[in-house]
Structure formats: structure tokens, C-alpha cells
């Protein structure tokens, strides 16, 4: 069993480093034509990387690619489904917390406000100690600022100076408590 395993696994890892250097060609393509015969090809390799059951490196890698991929081409619901997927078959990645926030990205980019916020305060919760976790902080405190909430925005930033006062994402949350009070909507 465990000779298959490292044998799909291998072949896993083989193909999506071949569809990697299929994605950095598309990526530098100038041809319109030739670039998307290129992006056909891609997703053709990476819908059969990602379909392939289990745990494995290059499914992981193709979800994280196809994702990337579909962000690039402005696809928002079918890369922020891909992020999700990533983050929930492969929730002890490194990459899980990254595609949440990606997935919040595609959520804004769309216009789901409510979407983006639950994936933000998933992260915010479920990876507190990960680099993403002040970022999707302040994040949160920008949505309630764009919805009008400044208490709750306010608090938003204070949480992010209390929890994570040596971030860079602290400095800027700082400046927006400053603009808010400057602005009379805070006290």
C-alpha cells in the first residue's frame, strides 16, 4: 500500500510541476490566441490533477494553481470555490489559511460582503497564529468602515493592536482609528 501511495504521489508531484511550467508560460504570453490554447491545456491538467482523491502534494498544488489561475482571469466564484475546496480538503496546509483569504478576496471582488466577512472571521478565529490572521483583521475592521459600522470597525482595530501589536497590519489599523476620530466618527 504504501509503495501506490508513494507512486501516485510521485506522479502527482511530476505532473503539476509540468503544469507549472504550462501555467509560467501562459502567464508570459503577449498572444491572445496562443494564450488561451495555452489556458485550455492548463485547466485540462489541473481539473485532472484536482480530481484525483486523497491527500496529495500535486492535488494540493493544482487546487492552489487553478485557483490562481481563475483569479487572474477575474473568475471570482469559481476561484473562491477552488481556494475553499483547497482549505477544506487540505486544512492542516500551510496553504489553508492563504486560500481563505484568497477566497475572502474573490468574495469581495464580487460584491459578497457577508461571504467575505464569515471567511475573514474564520481565519481571524480558526488561524489565529498565522501571517494572514492580522491582515484578514483588518480587513474586517475595512468592511465595517465601508458599511458604516465605526464601532465596530473601531473595535476591529483595536483587537488587531491588542492581539498583534509588532504587525504591519497594527501601524495601518493605528492610522485608520486616527482618520476616524479625525473625521468625528469615532470618539
Keep these: ?13 511530476a505532473e503539476v510541476e509540468q503544469a507549472a511550467e504550462v501555467y509560467d508560460t501562459w502567464i508570459a504570453e503577449t498572444d491572445a490566441a496562443k494564450k ?17 482523491p ?15 489561475l481563475r483569479f487572474e ?5 469559481e476561484a473562491a ?16 489559511p492563504i486560500a481563505l483569504f484568497n477566497a475572502a478576496t474573490c468574495l469581495e471582488e464580487k460584491a459578497d460582503r457577508e461571504g467575505a466577512v464569515k471567511l475573514y472571521t474564520d481565519l481571524v478565529t480558526r488561524w489565529k497564529v498565522t501571517a494572514v490572521a492580522p491582515r484578514a483583521l483588518f480587513a474586517l475592521g475595512r468592511l465595517a468602515e ?3 459600522t465605526w464601532d465596530e470597525a473601531r473595535s476591529r482595530y483595536e483587537q488587531l493592536d491588542a492581539e498583534w501589536p509588532s504587525s504591519g497590519w497594527t501601524q495601518l489599523a493605528k492610522n485608520r ?3 476616524l476620530k479625525v473625521a468625528g466618527k469615532i470618539q
Excluded: N
Design 54 to 68: 486523497g491527500r496529495l502534494y500535486g492535488t494540493q498544488r493544482a487546487l492552489a494553481m487553478r485557483a490562481d
Design 36 to 52: 488561451e490554447t495555452i489556458q485550455k491545456d492548463l485547466l485540462a491538467r489541473l481539473d485532472a490533477l484536482a480530481a484525483r
Design 81 to 96: 470555490a477552488d481556494y475553499q475546496e483547497l482549505a477544506r480538503r487540505f486544512p492542516a496546509s500551510y496553504l489553508a
Design 73 to 77: 482571469l477575474g473568475a471570482w466564484d
Design 146 to 148: 465601508d458599511a458604516g
Design 177 to 179: 482609528l486616527i482618520a
Design 1 to 13: 500500500w504504501s509503495e501506490v501511495t508513494r507512486r501516485q504521489s510521485a506522479t502527482a508531484t
